[in-house]
């Protein structure tokens, strides 16, 4: 008895001492961008971990720097996220409910086709993406992020909203559907109100991928002033002649800000919607 105590206590002490070594490896690299961030200089060579001085000149200096564009980039940022949630949203909610709760022809085909087209990377449609978006015009504009993260939103979401649907009840439908509402009334003024875990898992998600992607952004935008953040902070650092180290550590931890925020206040409907939503999906 005191060999399985003893043993069991083992157990648990190495489980506590393996995730406490690998919280610490998450954390030097956040904590050392935040405190390069904070070290006067251009460098982010610094002898020691912590600075011997602290400064917040270079969060100042982003916003005043005459060579770079750091706010009209940050609001870039921003529309594009916030756009590209919403449409997002609305197209998953709809496309889901419609798959879990309506029988059609084709129905079973469209979601082999949609966990078939999963299976794909999307950086292997950029080039058939670009050159649609250059025949129609929308090459160096927002608009032409907006509907390719929205519209690829879709595939990556579908299955975990089908799924959440078809963890509620039907009949809270058909009793809805007896006092006589419609399909349209029953989805906005049943099924939406029920569906806030998974509407902020999908509307997170969304706006988290908007907000760091790189590539495409990159593929993309053009000019300066169309450029999002990720695209910007590159253009400080990818040559010698813009080596703005420190100013780019300060612009990450200006983009960790409303990523960090928005999960810890959404943390437990996020991790409801994924949860209820993958155990059907």
């Known amino acids: ?21 690998v919280v610490c490896w998450s954390l030097y690299p956040a904590s050392w961008v935040v405190l390069s961030s904070l070290k006067p200089g251009k460098s982010l060579y610094s002898e020691t971990f912590v600075p011997r001085s602290l400064t917040l000149n270079h969060y100042a200096g982003l916003f005043q720097s005459e060579s770079l564009m750091f706010s009209t980039w940050y609001f870039n940022t921003f529309k594009v996220a916030v756009l590209s949630m919403l449409l997002s949203t609305l197209l998953v909610t709809l496309s889901a409910y419609a798959l879990s709760r309506f029988r059609f022809p084709w129905r079973k085909a469209s979601l082999t086709l949609m966990l078939i087209l999963g299976m794909f990377p999307g950086f292997m449609s950029m080039v058939a993406v670009y050159i649609l978006l250059m025949q129609i015009g929308l090459l160096n504009t927002h608009t032409a992020l907006v509907i390719v993260y929205s519209f690829g939103a879709i595939i990556f979401n579908l299955f975990v909203a089908k799924g959440f649907f078809d ?31 998974m509407l902020v898992f999908v509307a997170l998600t969304t706006f988290t991928g908007a907000w760091v992607d790189f590539i495409f952004a990159s593929l993309v935008l053009r000019s300066k002033e169309k450029w999002t953040v990720a695209v910007g902070l590159y253009d400080m650092v990818n040559s010698y002649q813009n080596a703005y180290f420190t100013l780019f550590a300060a612009g990450a931890v200006f983009i960790a800000i409303p990523i960090t925020l928005l999960f810890m206040y959404l943390q437990r409907h996020f991790v409801d919607g994924l949860t209820a939503g993958a155990n059907k999906g």
Do not use: Q
């Open 1 to 21: 008895m005191k060999k399985t105590r003893t043993s069991t206590k083992v157990r648990v002490a190495g489980s506590y001492l393996f995730l406490l070594t």
């Open 167 to 197: 963890t509620l009840p039907k009949g809270i439908e058909e009793a809805a559907r007896m006092d006589g509402a419609g399909n349209l009334r029953v989805f906005t003024g049943i099924m939406l109100p029920l569906s806030k875990p």
